[in-house]
């Protein structure tokens, strides 16, 4: 695999497009405001973001937020949104359009974009446009870790620790073990969580790895059963008493890092990007896999 892969050209801008993101957010624009009761949709990778962004704006206490894969979204008017948040890299994701039809002239709606000339534009009362962000990898990096960077901006977070990190984690050593690792389960807690479900979906989608990501304190729960010697269990954000010496235990390889969770996922970007080129794959053509999930299925009523 070349060195020039999109995926690695792409990742390897976050710190720059982060720092774009983060004063775009900081400017204000339709995001929503303190306690708005707000729900947040997109699949794949942006789900992800969703998640992540739930958790940190609820705990930062500015109102209600709901996170849906676009397909699992409860928007009824019994839960009483005042706005919907979409994201989505493409703009042409099936799911995060019906969801926008559905709700049009309904709830408003904001939607986070990278390509703003697609059919999510029409249909959304208000975008973020980060073209700056969009990409040419199948797989997201930089799109997602960008439009996360905007919303913690938005929240009032200085995210100039999370810019300095990323610059770390890009030149940081990949361990050998990361890269022969037969299997890896992500854990985190909080807006964390959200970051573990995206660093599996990124191994899985980069170099076809088998990955699994749970809540940190669900892990003992059961799913510790798959640590063993030769695995990686991969944990964002502040540990739980006890977890990292309950891992030792099973012979696991145990990772935690101190820089922003969200830098330590660049990290776990370029780990993907490595076991891609040790197994032969190329990470921009990735089986299965489309830029934008675009199905033939019928328009809400
Ligand atoms: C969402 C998404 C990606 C995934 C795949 C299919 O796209 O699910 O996360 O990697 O490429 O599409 P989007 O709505 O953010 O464009």
Redesign the pocket.
Known sequence: MSETSYMEQELRSQPETWQEAARIGAAGGPLPEPGQRVAVV?????WFMAQSYAALRESAGAGVTDPFAASEAFLGSARGYDAVVA???????TE?LRILEAVKGRIPTVTII?DPGTPATDLSDATVALPFADERS???TR?ATTALTLLRAHLGEDVSTAVHDAREALAAPIAPEWVDAEQFSFLGTGWTFGLANEAALKMR?ASQSWTESYPAMEYRHGPIAIAAPGRVTWLFGEAPEGLEADVARTGAHFVRHDRDPLADLVLVQRVALERARARGLNPDSPRS?????MLEIPAAR
Do not use: D, P
């Open positions: 997109g699949c794949g990778t942006s994201i989505t890299r493409s703009g042409t994701t995060v990278g199948v797989v997201q799109f989608e896999l489309t830029r934008s999930v």
